[in-house]
């Protein structure tokens, strides 16, 4: 059991107590008394407003049920379903044409495109991976990966393949050609490029030249032998290593080493879907972490070959400017936090009542306290900015409610008003046909909106649970009605006046391991107007940041911006599954993925407490999987239970022979505890088949109740 300490009225877990009185306050002025008051006043006023909230979801929810068993599928009566939501207040008032007015905005958000990196805040070898993927190796990126093909001879090798090398040199001569071309020739034939009078001349037979657009060049470094030129397109740069003392540069004509590429512009810090979070130690490892990376303390050390390495946080990076003067970029992403939703409640801290606290206003004011710490330096944001983005909310009502909740916290924090920014991930239906009554309610906050298209598939399928049997999920993601979603997304993002001063972002890229389909395809997401996109690792940020180069996001939405947005008619057009048209071979095999990708995530969240993990699939394709991804499995499966598709024997029979698989696949792990033979006892197989059994009647389909439940029951095991 926790021990608590009394704090004006509140009981708060002793250890969590004692990181913000001796580990996050010292950064401030802020008296600890001062605090924990306007603490207490918070949770006073929040929590009432926060239990209404969500049973406003509930009220919705069994209205809409109700609806669907009596009318089916909205395609039945499309007009009558509209109207039918006016009526029960699903729809907020739409507000006249307005332009969101948020300030002092880092240039990451408003002016610059690329890149954004997810990463759970809870691991700090991954937290400090991710902050440093500022900046990242293109040579690296294209050898590492299948952009280059590993067949034959091009296979990578425990040393280095020249062969594979050549053709690195060749994809990466492309880039520069397709971006910073020369004034004649290829940067493939080059054979130096030098320093000349604050000038970048390029050698090539016949004779020197230089960049088409010698603009591009704007700094430089020398360091004994190696110079790095520094270019710049599209607002992105990229650094030309020149340095043949190195084997890669001895073996390139122009001693080009490596090409540097600015690449996760912007980085969530996350303490939500990829952090398995659930008691008052694990929020204070997650509340650290934040600390640390925002004041620069972050440090973990780790072996790797052989070698102990010690990760820190990267220094900024300089150069000579060519007008002479000092030019210094920074050399980490600008870190934004991810709350969690309004949803949980947590007993690290109870009221004066006896009762836990919502989990989210705990996040706010202590993720903010943290914040503080890094502002003397200006570490993260140049304007002092503080960036949370907050998840899972329900139209503007919510949105309205967490923005009243961040002004009560700056008053608290004694920080100006609006200093703390909102992201909006636009990811539950009913924000997403309310999407611009919710900017309105954060137009002064407001830095991002983003289709969170995973959570925002799950909740689909929740919302409309009674309607009739879903598709499979590889069906779903073809339907119109997640085009018309991604396309009102941007297009009211527009419309509020988003272009040059927020981001409007995309969604993440799932297979970290399949970076050839993702550099074919991703440029989709700039090409639609996203100033920022989704991606799972460092590497993947890299080879993304090759899109906007190839892609002027701001162009790309000039020309959106008078594009019809898709009517709530095709927001609401997902259809109903015929049975009839799947074989009784082709459902069971649905099911089987569904619940092969529900066991193998779930194993490790409640076993491991690992919030984010790539799982193999059932074809063994490493997937990125949180909880985003399991709710879809689950509602999935749960939709096909209510409506008699398959039934709980099939379901449950199939997840002890998926369990086996599982099993298998984490056969090499010798922490690993079989679910197979011990499935009564096994609290992960029970997690995983009650989200999917009880998934109908979970709120909005998440999976945090019993996610939650089932690893704070294993965790007493090991006690």
């Known amino acids: 059991m926790p021990s608590y300490v009394k704090r004006s009225g509140l009981k708060i877990d002793s250890q969590l107590a004692d990181f913000v009185e001796n580990e996050a306050l010292v950064f401030t002025k802020i008296e600890k008394d001062k605090f924990w ?51 029960i207040g699903y729809f907020d008032e739409e507000p006249a044409e307005f332009t969101i007015s948020t300030s002092d905005l880092d240039e990451e958000i408003s002016t610059i495109c690329g890149p954004q990196l997810v990463v759970p805040v809870s691991n700090a070898r991954f937290a400090l991976n ?16 299948d952009v280059i093909s590993r067949e034959g001879g091009l296979a990578p090798a425990k040393t280095y393949n020249a062969k594979r090398g050549a053709l690195v040199f060749a994809k990466t001569a492309e880039f520069l050609d397709a971006n910073f071309p020369l004034e004649n020739g290829s940067h493939a034939d080059v054979l130096g490029y030098f320093l000349e009078n604050n000038e970048l001349l390029v050698g090539k037979k016949g004779g020197a030249t230089k960049l088409a657009d010698e603009g591009q060049f704007i700094g430089f470094s020398i360091i004994g032998e190696k110079q790095y030129f520094l270019l710049k397109h599209n607002g992105l740069h990229i650094e030309l290593v020149i340095d043949k003392s190195t084997p890669i540069g001895a073996s390139h004509p122009a001693g080009l080493a490596d090409v540097i590429v600015e690449s996760a512009l912007t980085t969530i810090q996350d303490c939500e879907d990829s952090v398995a979070a659930v008691d008052a130690i694990d929020k204070i490892g997650v509340y650290k972490n934040w600390l640390g990376l925002i004041n620069g303390t972050l440090n973990e050390s780790f072996e790797k070959g052989g070698k102990i390495i010690n990760r820190t946080l990267n220094k900024d990076r300089i150069y000579q400017g060519v007008n002479g003067h000092e030019l210094k970029l920074k050399g980490r992403s600008l870190l934004l936090v991810r709350n969690v939703g309004h949803l949980m409640t947590t007993d690290a801290i109870l009221d004066e009542n006896g009762n836990p606290i919502g989990e989210g206003l705990m996040d706010g004011i202590i993720t903010t306290l943290c914040s503080m710490s890094g502002m003397d330096k200006k570490l993260n944001s140049s304007t002092d900015a503080i960036y949370i983005v907050k998840p899972k909310m329900h139209g503007a009502e919510e949105v309205k409610f967490a923005c009243d909740n961040f002004t009560l916290i700056e008053e608290i924090l004694g920080l100006p008003k609006n200093t703390i920014k909102i992201g909006i991930m636009d990811e539950e239906r009913r924000t997403s046909a309310n999407l611009k009554a919710c900017i309105y309610a954060a137009r002064e906050r407001v830095f991002f909106i983003n289709t969170g298209f995973l959570d925002r598939t799950g909740d ?41 001063k927020a981001q409007i972002g995309k969604g993440m890229w799932a297979e970290p391991d399949n970076m050839a389909n993702m550099l074919a395809t991703k440029a989709m997401h700039p090409n639609m107007g996203a100033n920022c996109a989704w991606v799972p690792s460092p590497t993947a940020a890299t080879l993304h940041a090759l899109h906007y180069h190839e892609v002027d996001v701001f162009e790309a939405q000039k020309r959106r911006h008078n594009e019809a947005t898709p009517s709530l008619s095709e927001l609401f057009s997902m259809p ?63 939709n096909w239970l209510e409506h008699e598709v398959v039934s709980e024997s099939q379901v449950r029979e199939t997840f002890e022979r998926m369990a086996k698989v599982v099993d298998g696949q984490n056969a090499s792990d010798v922490t690993y505890e079989n679910m ?30 019993i996610l939650h439940a089932m690893r704070i029951k294993e965790k007493a095991t090991l006690i």
């Open 130 to 145: 991710a902050a440093n993927a500022r900046w990242g190796s293109l040579y690296d990126a294209f050898y590492g990966t």
């Open 676 to 705: 197979t033979g011990n499935f009564e006892n096994s609290i992960p197989f029970q997690a995983a088949l009650e989200l999917a059994i009880k998934g109908a009647s979970q709120p909005s389909g998440y999976t945090e109740p």
């Open 460 to 500: 689909e399928i929740h919302t409309s649970m009674q309607a009739g049997p879903v598709l499979p999920k590889a069906e779903i993601k073809s339907e119109k009605w997640i085009k018309a979603y991604e396309d009102r997304n941007v297009m009211i993002g527009l419309a509020c006046g988003f272009s040059g």
């Open 37 to 87: 008051s306007g603490f207490a006043d918070l949770v006073k006023i929040a929590m009432p407003r926060n239990v209404e909230l969500l049973a406003k979801r509930d009220e919705l929810q069994s209205k809409i049920d109700a609806w669907h068993k009596k009318n089916g599928a909205v395609a039945n009566d499309v007009q009558g379903y509209e109207v039918f939501l006016q009526e």
């Open 576 to 638: 109903v599954l015929d049975v009839k048209t799947l074989s009784k071979d082709e459902i069971e095999k649905e099911l089987e993925n569904n619940a092969q990708g529900i066991l193998g995530y779930v194993v490790r969240w409640v076993a491991d407490g690992v919030g984010c993990s790539k799982v193999p699939d059932i074809n063994n394709v490493g997937l990125m999987e949180d909880r985003a991804t399991c709710r879809i499995s689950s509602q999935a499966i749960a």
